[in-house]
């Protein structure tokens, strides 16, 4: 047990002396379980010289639960069940989007059904008309139904019991007419349930095709080839702090319109003292490289992988939040992309989330795009789209960050006046000078 203390003491010593804790002092203490926290190591390269691209320390890590709670998964999946609902009725006289919405097993399921029911409720009526015209069927000592007397042939021609029936069935729903079996012009209610058994059967093909039409025609297949990096990364860009993700897009067809929106869910309190436990701030995403004053723009346009940002202004909700207050929060930032697929014109919704142990502090992420000079193309690496390197940020939140940079600018203020002082007396002091020289 000394040994062991005596060895973690010196590994804290050396990580120490470096100022932080590195990423590889992570990897060789905790290799698996560091890679649920940053990333995969074989996309993750060292931290720079002076670096600090750790979330927190070896034991901070040890003290986070191994459960995982969100609201959105990594596939863009909404884990949320509704309970308690007072009526289900609704789901009923909705049923066209109850049908689109339920699975594909379920789809086809309610399809063979709809036809199988149809098929045997329309037999069980044509029967019990034949019935009602004054055929007695009786068993022979084949087990098979016969007429009694030949006068059901008069409405329907080769009817021999209830099999054929539901054969006739069948065919008068689908018009197959193999030519032996029909209905004649003898009996007027006969050509009233041919009618409406037509109709019915129209209804329900059109109704299925029109089902299984917005099912395939459905962008969630689109939305597959939509990628997001696993990770967000937390850096300074213009001396700014920025949340960032990157997207690519798999296809080479685009996604026109495409909008960007972020939404941070966690605990709130208000002036009052309520706690709102699940609160949804909107945060404003942007994919360009704002200044402090500009308004963010979350238009657009996919044609090489995206980086887009939150910067960390005095107004957004992370401002407060260090390294170690972000990890142990219980903010989950859910990031939506929606825009028109090009071939289709169909709208479609792309979803993430990044929960806190999701999010690299000091890290942003590496170059995935070359130029093939011989092809004449833009080749996208789709396997670095995660991968990521730590850099120099600050290990700060924005408020301190803000805070420290304060006395630089005054300072620096004060040199650029003491400066422009100088510059005015010489210029005094040669205008005197030219006056004593006349």
């Given at each position: ?113 709809a036809f199988f029911l149809s098929w045997l409720a329309f037999a069980c009526i044509w029967h019990l008309s034949f019935i009602a015209q004054g055929i007695k069927v009786e068993l022979n000592t084949k087990n098979e139904t016969v007429p009694a007397k030949d006068s059901i042939t008069d409405c329907v021609s080769e009817i021999k019991g209830f099999t054929s029936t539901f054969l006739f069935s069948v065919e008068t729903q689908h018009t197959i007419g193999y030519g ?259």
């Open positions: 047990m000394v040994k062991g203390e005596d060895l973690r003491v010196e590994e804290g010593k050396e990580e120490e002396e470096e100022g932080c804790y590195t990423n590889n002092s992570f990897i060789m203490e905790h290799s698996r379980r560091v890679a649920r926290w940053f990333s995969q190591p074989d996309l993750t390269e060292g931290p720079e010289k002076g670096s600090c691209g750790t979330l927190s320390t070896a034991g901070e890590l040890r003290k986070r639960s191994s459960t995982v709670r969100r609201l959105v998964d990594k596939g863009g999946h909404i884990r949320v069940t509704h309970v308690g609902a007072p009526n289900q009725g609704h789901y009923v006289r909705d049923i066209y989007t109850t049908a689109v919405d339920i699975r594909w097993r379920y789809t086809f399921l309610l399809f063979t059904a032996t079996r029909g209905s004649t012009s003898e009996c007027w209610h006969t050509v009233i349930l041919q009618c409406i058994q037509s109709i019915v059967g129209v209804i329900i093909q059109a109704s299925m095709a029109g089902i299984v039409f917005a099912k395939l025609s459905r962008p969630k297949a689109r939305a597959a080839t939509i990628m997001f990096s696993k990770h967000a990364v937390i850096s300074s860009r213009n001396g700014l702090l920025r949340l960032m993700c990157r997207v690519a897009n798999m296809r080479s067809s685009q996604l026109l319109e495409s909008h960007f929106t972020g939404v941070l869910v966690g605990e709130v309190t208000t002036m009052e003292g309520e706690v709102i436990r699940y609160h949804q701030t909107i945060i404003q995403l942007s994919v360009e490289i704002d200044d402090e004053g500009d308004d963010p723009k979350d238009y657009g346009h996919l044609l090489l992988p995206v980086v887009v940002s939150h910067t960390i202004t005095p107004d957004s909700p992370l401002y407060r939040l260090g390294p170690t207050d972000l990890l142990y929060s219980k903010l989950e930032l859910v990031v939506t992309l929606e825009g028109v697929v090009e071939p289709s014109g169909n709208t479609a919704q792309v979803r993430t989330s990044y929960l806190p142990d999701e999010i690299l502090w000091g890290h942003h992420f590496r170059n995935c795009v070359n130029y093939i000079k011989q092809e004449g193309v833009y080749a996208v690496d789709l396997s670095k789209v995660d991968s990521v390197r730590a850099d120099s940020t600050p290990r700060l939140s924005g408020a301190l960050l803000s805070q420290a940079k304060m006395p630089a600018q005054k300072s620096q203020q004060a040199d650029t006046s003491q400066g422009s002082a100088a510059l005015a007396l010489e210029g005094g002091g040669q205008n005197i000078r030219m006056i004593d020289e006349e």
